[in-house]
């Protein structure tokens, strides 16, 4: 990891939701494979449209940071505004979309540590993989193995939760499939080389990291979507976007979350269970 050079943190003034504000589970399998399962509290003053545009273009995007400590009226790749510590770049490659944006067939290069400044690059992301599924309510992207299918599958879910016809935001859903569904002596053998780096310990860390980058989007995604149509002239100064408090949340569904966790208990298949070419099973 010698040639990662993770940018300075940027000092947003967020508050950042506190691990206690999601779900989080992980089930492992007797052939070392594992799943997990993570159900965000509830996106407010952010819509699945904005995440669907977010994910997108977010590689492609390029943000003026005027008021940030050490950043003022810096130019930036909006990914940094995506965490405030442990993000470094993103890029896509090969099939894109019209205009460069993400679609099926497309891969991602992403670069970011769990929990950087805890750890350092102790638990590092630095990996290309390949984007299975990217619609109006969500997002999917992972590796496959030939004659062993998929390795590694990481599919979130996303819709608007509506009271009276007002939208309250946005429900998030993360599943991920870690390992081979195989239970012979060399899917084993492929789960154990796969778990050296995406070990339980690293999605331990993982959950901290993401709970902190899914609520981020409160901060800054509903104003960078109102400047959408400016191309890269995007810009984000603090107050320009006011989140509500982050106290008392939960994740959104637990009945939801209770019955997913179930349902990999269960399965024969979990990347089949997971579904990850298939629309969101959120209603």
């Given amino acids: 990891m010698a040639n990662l050079n993770m940018p300075p943190a940027r000092e947003f003034g967020w508050d950042l939701k506190p691990i206690e504000s999601a779900r989080f589970a992980i089930h492992q399998r007797a052939n070392g494979q594992f799943c997990v399962v993570l159900n965000h509290a509830l996106l407010r003053g952010v819509t699945a449209e904005m995440l669907h545009w977010w994910f997108l273009n977010f590689t492609n995007l390029r943000v003026t940071l005027e008021d940030i400590p050490g950043y003022e009226g810096k130019t930036v790749p909006a990914y940094l505004l995506w965490h405030p510590s442990d993000?470094?770049?993103?890029?896509?490659?090969?099939?894109?979309?019209?205009?460069?944006v993400?679609?099926?067939?497309?891969?991602?290069e992403i670069k970011e540590a769990m929990q950087y400044l805890k750890f350092g690059w102790k638990y590092p992301v630095n990996n290309k993989l390949r984007i299975f599924y990217c619609g109006c309510d969500g997002w999917a992207m992972g590796k496959q193995i030939p004659f062993f299918?998929?390795?590694m599958m990481l599919r979130i879910h996303f819709r608007d939760v509506f009271e009276n016809d007002v939208c309250l935001g946005v429900h998030y859903h993360y599943e991920i499939v870690i390992g081979v569904s195989s239970a012979?002596?060399?899917?084993r053998v492929i789960n154990d080389r796969v778990k050296a780096h995406f070990s339980e310990e690293f999605f331990e860390a993982w959950q901290t990291?993401?709970?902190?980058?899914?609520?981020?989007?409160e901060?800054?995604?509903?104003?960078?979507f109102a400047q959408r149509e400016q191309g890269n002239q995007l810009h984000y100064?603090?107050?320009?976007?006011?989140?509500p408090s982050v106290a008392g949340q939960s994740g959104f569904d637990?009945?939801?979350?209770a019955e997913r966790l179930e349902g990999y208990k269960r399965a024969t298949d979990p990347h089949e269970y997971q579904g990850f070419l298939r629309p969101s099973f959120l209603s």
């Fill in 87 to 100: 993000h470094l770049d993103a890029s896509l490659s090969g099939n894109l979309g019209p205009g460069g």
């Fill in 102 to 108: 993400a679609q099926p067939g497309a891969s991602i």
């Fill in 149 to 151: 299918g998929p390795v």
């Fill in 184 to 187: 012979s002596i060399l899917g």
């Fill in 209 to 217: 990291h993401n709970i902190v980058e899914v609520g981020t989007f």
């Fill in 219 to 224: 901060n800054f995604l509903p104003s960078l």
């Fill in 237 to 243: 100064e603090k107050g320009l976007n006011k989140a």
């Fill in 254 to 257: 637990e009945v939801l979350f």
